[in-house]
């Protein structure tokens, strides 16, 4: 049997190979590690930073051979994690990307956010007010819809525990008016109740301290782009307005205790709150896109990510964001090696130049199917592979192969 394979966005990774102009979507930060789901670029939809974003490498979650839009993205620590986007596609590493297992496939047309309590429970938000839970670490995603009837998509979700959960909800993509929504369960999901439907705001993210103190940002996706934040103290019963006269359409919010905070948003809005929302300064940001996600991992140190390939890092609680170059950093050819262009390593025949070294074979979903030992002469490629796209790697190095029919 004779293949035909390309392979695609050869890069010796040790530099930072997102983009310009991609949507850093989501981010999760652990010591010096970070990592970044990304969101409409058709050749990256992850990277991971051991670092503190000094080198990045490659750690796309592929399906169907392919390389989907993920919007978020959370890590219960440095190596293990979740990824989630498209098509309501949700990955699972517990090696730091070096595989992925597809643990969801359907359900909505995409998770917009995803939050682990631990390792075992975590719930996601989704379009049309679909909801995710797993109490197994993802072997099972239970989801199912809320509310029929109204246009609205889930974009925050604060788990409590594995029975209790809020949701927000909203439509922020230039629609004239709003369609902001909280819901509360507190028995898996069976039941939600409707705490507050606002027609004038889109409320995009959300974050509880405990099942009684919480927070709800979002804002206006028309005219001037006015934020909107919500605070409870009992339990999403009753909500006070602690809106600043500062700032615009928030997309994300986090709490490090019950009384200091930030939210990010529109045109680089950052929000920092040391009195639980009671006042919010507006903190100098290096940019005027849209951020959509944020991680800090103690009061201190913090990471933002956004519109334009932007990543924000904080060390003294955001009274200063350093901007990272978050660039392209163009494929070239492997030494040495016959048939390499600039971005295209051509294999005819079955047979594969590689570097020396022992390369592993990754399906999309992450299983490995062998291993592939090369001395500089071209190897063979493992007979009866369907066509698709493939992953290669040896140790931080990774190329993409596409078995064409």
Same mark, same amino acid.
């Given at each position: ?35 970044? +789901? ?23 979650? =592929?399906?169907? /051979? ?11 620590? /440095? ?27 359907? /359900? ?5 956010? @995803? ?32 509310? &029929? ?12 525990? +594995? ?7 909203? @439509? ?7 369609? /902001? ?44 782009? &006015?934020?909107? @934040? =919500? ?5 999403? *019963? ?31 809005? @950052? ?25 800090? *991992? ?50 005819? *025949? ?10 592993? =074979? ?20 493992? &007979? ?22």
């Amino acid at each position: 049997m004779k293949h035909r394979f390309v392979s695609v966005g050869i890069a010796l990774l040790a530099t930072v190979a997102v983009a310009r102009g991609s949507i850093l979507h989501g981010v999760s930060y652990h010591g010096d590690t970070l990592w970044i +789901a990304v969101l409409h670029d058709s050749l990256v939809n992850a990277f991971y930073s051991p670092d503190r974003g000094a080198t990045w490498y490659y750690r796309n979650a =592929l399906a169907g /051979g392919q390389v989907k839009p993920m919007w978020d993205l959370d890590f219960v620590n /440095g190596t293990t994690g979740w990824l989630a986007g498209d098509v309501s596609f949700v990955f699972y590493t517990e090696d730091a990307g070096q595989s992925w297992t597809m643990q969801n496939y359907g /359900g909505s047309k995409y998770i917009t956010r @995803i939050r682990m309590l631990n390792e075992q429970v975590g719930w996601a938000a989704a379009g049309d007010k679909i909801w995710f839970r797993t109490t197994d670490g993802g072997q099972t995603w239970q989801w199912y819809l809320v509310l &029929e009837g109204r246009m609205t998509d889930f974009y925050g979700v604060a788990p409590i525990s +594995a029975d209790e959960c809020f949701m927000v909800g909203g @439509i922020p993509f230039g629609v004239d008016g709003g369609q /902001g929504m909280i819901f509360h369960t507190t028995d898996g999901g069976q039941t939600w109740d409707l705490l507050r439907d606002d027609s004038t705001y889109d409320y995009l993210d959300t974050w509880f301290v405990d099942g009684q103190t919480g927070w709800v940002v979002g804002g206006t996706d028309t005219g001037n782009y &006015e934020p909107i @934040i =919500l605070h409870t103290t009992d339990g999403g *019963q009753t909500w006070q307005d602690q809106t600043p006269p500062v700032g615009h359409t928030l997309r994300a919010v986090q709490f490090v205790s019950a009384t200091e905070g930030w939210a990010v948003g529109k045109f680089g809005t @950052i929000l920092h709150t040391t009195d639980g929302g009671q006042t919010w300064q507006l903190q100098p940001a290096p940019t005027q896109v849209t951020l959509f996600d944020l991680d800090f *991992q103690d009061t201190l140190h913090g990471a933002a990510v956004g519109d334009s390939s932007v990543l924000l890092l904080t060390d003294d609680g955001g009274q200063t964001w350093q901007r990272l170059t978050v660039d392209v950093a163009e494929a070239q050819p492997w030494p040495g090696v016959p048939g390499t262009g600039p971005r295209t390593l051509w294999v005819r *025949q079955g047979r594969l130049s590689l570097p020396a070294g022992t390369w592993t =074979l990754y399906t999309p979903t992450g299983r490995r199917i062998s291993l592939l030992r090369a001395s500089g002469a071209p190897v063979s490629f493992p &007979e009866g592979v369907p066509p698709g796209l493939y992953l290669l790697q040896n140790g931080h190095r990774s190329l993409r192969v596409l078995v064409l029919p």
